[in-house]
């Protein structure tokens, strides 16, 4: 049997591996608009075409098949578009390249064994893209890099990758390098000569791709001059990483070193992740079936990249947190399998596309589902047994039926109805745990209400099913504000998981202003007297007491003193004054925010031996406190922050300029690594609730920070004032 095959299936033919050697696993990176989609559909048209393995339907977009992504003209989450080279089957994610959807492309990591960064000739490389760049590096995970829109009027391939070999090669700028050339025709009117095909540095032999068909030949002798300088760096660079140390001695003597031995040392070092060769794609045109420098990638794709069994070993855990051997990617061992998306269907419910790490799986088979870590983002943890539903293999749209998935690979799984984007898939008698991968924290908050009552009823499983979905929205039901707040990463986000809430769960919901957690306290001391004194026939109600309000420190919280002397508040309405005190202190006395931080004495009082009650005293306290707060000035306390903002060390200043003018202070920096400042501040929390957003535009969106909660402190009495006059109550 080959390496893949094809499986027939009532859904169509799903491209199948029957050992890990032969299964490539990549991602594609870069920054929205860098052509990403346009490379995965010239690669899986390529494939296609030459190995009938894969069909591209006229018009379909293969990765970007969602109605949300139709209407917004851009990627919003992870895809998977499996295709067949050479007997390699290559599981193609391609990853949303907007910084609001970084969850996806951290999903795309996770799943993958190599990444392909797409650059723009035209837009060049963004701080994302570099920062993406630099976490692939730290964990050795191979990179090669394609550059695309040569068609457009200001591309220049040479400059980019230069650009290149700055950027991603600043530590080793030999490990970055051009693979080919670029052969340009006629110029047109606007001056531009677009490129046409191929100069192979290594192979000195021409690719032709005008006529639509890739074309192999002989070089000119013009031709040929052209690739002497950058081919002797090209072969030097190979040789540097090579584990011939010999090698190097023999080429600087004058001898040749044959191509394939200059080839097996390149595939060696790019599977390595210590060699990053730049290549170069565009789409096909006209009715042509091969992109050009699509069959120069896939063969990279095939021949360079590791396979799954190349992956380090994967760290697990039993459910309980004991020890566990890690696993090798072995599809006889303990399955050990991985969600890294999750998604709806309307007909067939949740599904789960996951990651084989180790073992086979198998539809219909009943696994263990365990889930835990995310507990502050809304998903509880759970252990549970699951049957596996339908497996497939996804292709655009479709969805192509499979009976199992070995280890490296990757398939969709069905109805798998507690299984959430993390969790771990595993026997059912031998349950394991992976630890989840580093997600951003969610930190633009989205506060929402239900549109009709009709939506009120749908709307708690509407936000559970969003939330098991995307591990980067986090749910809160906020105790102080009594808001429901979906805390997302930036505007598009937000936008996108309204859409989901409404044209998939049916649940229509109102955005509202997010409120933070203000609070008030007494600013100086004050007495009040709350008489209670009610007849109407019957027993009345007859409650007198005197109380002294004095603040106390942040943090100490409503503290009650009974100093009643002489039995003028009988013992057992003591208590029913001091929770008449503390149920107006939680309802507030100026703003209507809660009160903290106070001394509250009871003094002196009245009582009369029929008509006073409980619910006369907890009246009578509360009045007291609220004559006590109509003498003296109330300040309010507002929540300030800890922001530790991580930036590149050119945008250090403008950073601390925006945060100056947001009331904060810096309290500290400090080197965060090569070129990167982490700049450390206390801030008023009502001044950053669009700092997620603000801060990608200060930072040229590199720049990342954390928030924690440090305090709550008095608000400046001009700014109390605007927020007393917002809630329509005066002090």
């Known amino acids: 049997m080959g390496a893949t095959s094809h499986q027939a299936g009532a859904a169509g033919r799903a491209l199948t591996a029957d050992r890990p050697s032969s299964i490539r696993n990549v991602v594609l990176v870069g920054h929205s608009g860098s052509g990403k989609t346009t490379l995965v559909e010239a690669l899986a048209l390529t494939a296609g075409a030459v190995n009938r393995a894969g069909r591209v339907e006229d018009g379909a977009t293969v990765s970007d098949y969602d109605e949300i992504e139709h209407r917004r003209q851009r990627s ?176 600087l003597g004058g001898e040749e070193i044959d191509l394939k031995t200059l080839v097996d040392d390149l595939e060696r070092a790019v599977a390595r992740g210590t060699f990053h060769p730049v290549l170069m794609a565009a789409p096909a045109v006209g009715g042509a079936r091969q992109g050009l420098g699509t069959v120069e990638l896939l063969e990279l794709v095939t021949g360079g990249f590791p396979t799954p069994l190349e992956r380090a070993a994967v760290t697990v855990t039993r459910p309980d947190g004991s020890a566990r051997p890690a696993v090798t990617c072995d599809p006889d061992g303990s399955l050990v399998a991985e969600v890294v998306k999750t998604s709806s269907d309307p007909y067939v419910g949740r599904v789960s596309l996951v990651r084989v790490f180790s073992g086979t799986l198998k539809a219909e088979d ?174 009345g109600q007859f409650a007198i007491c005197e109380i002294e309000v004095e603040p106390l420190p942040p943090g100490s919280g409503i503290e009650f003193v009974d100093k009643v002397v002489g039995g003028a508040v009988p013992r057992q309405f003591i208590p029913s004054v001091e929770k008449g005190v503390r149920a107006q202190a939680a309802r507030g006395v100026a703003a209507g925010y809660p009160l903290v931080d106070v001394r509250v004495t009871l003094r002196d009082g009245k009582a009369h031996s029929v008509d006073s009650s409980d619910a006369a005293f907890q009246t009578a306290g509360a009045l007291a406190l609220r004559e006590a707060a109509a003498e003296a000035r109330i300040d309010l306390l507002e929540p300030v922050a800890e922001l530790a903002v991580l930036v590149p060390d050119e945008y250090v200043g403008p950073v601390m300029s925006d945060l100056a003018g947001r009331r904060g202070r810096v309290v500290g920096t400090d080197q965060a690594g090569p070129g990167r400042t982490r700049v450390r501040a206390e801030i008023p929390e009502i001044e950053i609730g669009r700092y997620a957003v603000e801060l990608r535009s200060v930072s040229h969106g590199t720049g990342r920070f954390a928030r924690a909660y440090a305090r709550h402190e008095p608000m400046p009495p001009q700014i109390a004032e605007k927020v007393r006059e917002q809630t329509g109550k005066g002090s």
Request: aromatic residues 4%; hydrophobic residues 40%; proline residues 6%.
């Open 76 to 251: 919003v989450q992870l895809s998977l578009v499996p295709v067949e080279w050479g007997g390699i089957k290559i599981n193609i994610l391609d990853t949303p390249g907007y910084a609001d959807f970084v969850g996806e492309l951290r999903a795309g990591l996770r799943a993958a064994d190599a990444a392909l960064f797409v650059v723009s000739a035209s837009d060049g490389i963004d701080g994302a893209t570099r920062m993406v760049w630099d976490e692939c590096e730290a964990v050795g995970m191979p990179r090669a890099i394609v550059v695309t829109h040569l068609e457009a009027a200001r591309s220049d391939y040479t400059q980019m990758t230069a650009v290149c070999g700055e950027i991603f090669g600043a530590d080793d700028p030999d490990a970055v390098i051009p693979l080919y050339l670029p052969l340009h025709g006629p110029a047109g009117p606007d001056g531009h000569a677009p490129v046409t095909g191929l100069l192979g540095l290594l192979s000195r032999r021409v690719y032709e791709y005008a006529s639509g068909e890739r074309v192999e030949r002989d070089p000119d002798p013009d031709e040929l001059s052209l690739i002497t300088d950058a081919r002797a760096r090209l072969i030097e660079g190979i040789i540097a990483e090579s584990e011939d140390e010999s090698l190097m001695d023999r080429y």
């Open 366 to 539: 009943t696994v263990h589902v365990s889930g835990h870590g995310l507990a502050d983002r809304g998903h509880e943890d759970h252990d549970v047994d699951e049957r596996v539903g339908a497996l497939s293999s996804p292709f655009g749209k479709q969805q192509h039926v499979l009976t199992r998935c070995i280890a490296g690979d990757l398939a969709c799984v069905a109805k798998l109805t507690r299984a959430e984007t993390g969790d771990t898939l595993s026997a059912k008698d031998d349950p394991l745990l992976m630890e989840p991968w580093t997600m951003p924290d969610p930190l633009l908050p989205l506060a929402i209400e239900a549109h009709s009552k009709a939506d009120e009823d749908k709307l708690s499983q509407g936000l559970a099913r969003l939330v098991a979905e995307d591990p980067t929205m986090r749910l809160e039901q906020n105790p102080h504000t009594h808001q429901v707040v979906l805390w997302c990463l930036g505007e598009a986000h937000q936008d996108v998981a309204l859409e989901r809430l409404r044209t998939r769960y049916g649940v229509q919901v109102d955005p509202v202003p997010h409120q933070v957690s203000l609070r008030e306290t007494f600013g100086a001391k004050a007495a009040g007297r709350g008489r209670h004194v009610k007849q109407s026939g019957g027993h």
